[in-house]
Every structure is written in C-alpha cells, then in structure tokens.
C-alpha cells in the first residue's frame, strides 16, 4: 500500500511542482545563497530548486553549481518514485550523483556514469530524520554539516519536533538550517508578515483546520496549519533564527498555504 501511496504522489507531484514553484521561487531566490558548504536536504522531492544555488561556467562551459561554494550535497528522500526526476535535476545542475547502497540497493549501478573531476558529490539517501534511532548512517557518517535545508518537507514530518532537534545535532556549530514552509495563517499584526495582501487570517486558518485531514490523505502527510517557523524558532541549541511570513493570494490554493522562510544558526 505505501508503494502504490509513494507512485500516486510522484505522478501527483509532477503537475502541483510546477504549479508550486511558480507560487515560492521569488522566496526561494531570497535564502538559497545561505546555502554552503556540505549540504544535507530533507525530502527534496525533484529537487528543482539546485538552481537557485550559486553557480559557475565549467571548463566544457557547462553551467554547474559552483564547486567553491557547495562540497557535498546529500539528499534524504524516503520516496524512490521521485528518484528519477531528483538524478535528472542533480545532473542538470552539474552534480556526480551517487546512490547510498545500504538504504537503497536499487540504487548500486544507477548513478553518475560519466563525471569530471571538479564535479560536487551529491548522494541520494532513502530515509527521513522522524526519528534518531532510524537516522541513515549514510546520513550520519557525513556529518557535521555545514546547512541543512528543508523546502516544504517539514510540513510531513511525523514529528516535526524530533525532526528539527536531528537536524539541530547534525548541523556543525555555527552551521545554518535554511527553511521554506507552509505554515498556519499567522495571527493578524504579526510583525513577521512582509506581505500581508489584506488576507483574512483568522477565517483562512479556520480553513485550513479544516482542511488538514483531508490534505494530510491526500497529500503525502502534509499537514498546511502547522506553525512550523514558531516551532523552530522555539526548540534549544540555536544562537538565532530569523524568518519572515507572507500571506500569497496567487490563488484560492496559496491562501490555504501561507509560507515561513528564514536560516536558524546553531549555537558554537
């Protein structure tokens, strides 16, 4: 049953991408130069948002993310159905691409064939941070990290709580965590709100109540009325967070889907 879950939300995901990234690249554009360094992503999906990263003219004049800027990148998605898209983008981006044999054998003859050698490793991981028991070793033995991003996956985390004190103990100190997510509407007159666009928030959060259970079913666990950049903001071990909100009227979907984004440093 979850393999047929996993296959309906890739073929799912292939149209709502796009439709997502039409409505977060101006955000993601904003906080993806935070990104550094030995980089770990939590459920990057088809990872479309590498090419927001820095990047440089190669010496066959490819344009490749800049080996200066990002060492290593290790990507932790439970589902194998988005493996396909997520080797394509790593490739197109002018990553060496590399499976994680022990969380996913399937993966053994599957990666980068021809590679250079100024080319950034960027492994694919089967598996989540929900718990510390069941962290990848994979994951575990690449760490400290220097960022760790999540762009729109804590919102389906089991316990998102547990999720982020992972990642706090993963991240080296002084190392960021880079974040984009839905979140609840925040309460009106709250400072962090950038654009506001003269949403009702109390109605649309009332909504979104609502809403969760179904979406949560529907779409792989998410959950929209989650106050994700306040639960980050106040777990122990960071030196500071920052973060804004936004209230997007693109359509009647983003209205249900308001959006925290910032970088929390973790203390040295």
């Given at each position: 049953m979850a393999t047929v879950y996993d296959w309906m939300f890739k073929t799912l995901w292939i149209v709502e991408s796009e439709r997502n990234n039409i409505k977060v690249d101006g955000y993601r554009k904003m906080i993806w130069p935070e990104i550094t360094g030995n980089v770990l992503e939590l459920g990057p999906g088809f990872a479309e948002s590498l090419r927001f990263l820095n990047h440089v003219t190669a010496s066959d004049g490819s344009y490749v993310v800049d080996p200066h800027t990002i060492t290593s990148y290790t990507a932790l998605e439970p589902n194998a159905f988005m493996y396909g898209n997520l080797q394509k983008n790593a490739e197109t981006n002018g990553f060496c691409v590399e499976y994680d044999c022990k969380s996913y054998p399937e993966g053994a003859d599957a990666g980068t064939h021809a590679s250079r050698e100024d080319m950034v490793p960027f492994?694919?991981?089967?598996?989540?941070l929900d718990h510390a028991s069941t962290i990848p070793q994979a994951v575990l033995d690449n760490a400290p990290y220097d960022t760790v991003?999540?762009?729109?996956?804590?919102?389906?985390?089991?316990?998102?709580?547990?999720?982020?004190?992972?990642?706090?103990?993963?991240?080296?100190?002084?190392?960021?965590?880079?974040?984009?997510?839905?979140?609840?509407?925040?309460?009106?007159?709250?400072?962090?709100?950038?654009?506001d666009n003269n949403v009702n928030a109390v109605l649309w959060g009332k909504i979104q109540d609502w809403l969760t259970p179904l979406w949560a079913l529907a779409g792989h666990g998410c959950h929209i009325n989650r106050r994700t950049g306040e639960t980050i903001a106040k777990m122990d071990g960071w030196e500071s967070v920052e973060y804004k909100n936004v209230r997007p009227v693109i359509d009647l979907q983003s209205r249900v889907m308001p959006l925290s984004f910032g970088k929390a440093t973790k203390a040295r």
């Open positions: 492994r694919i991981v089967r598996g989540t991003l999540t762009s729109f996956s804590l919102c389906t985390a089991k316990d998102p709580e547990a999720t982020i004190k992972n990642i706090i103990r993963l991240l080296k100190p002084g190392g960021s965590h880079v974040f984009i997510e839905h979140v609840r509407q925040p309460p009106p007159g709250d400072e962090r709100v950038v654009e």
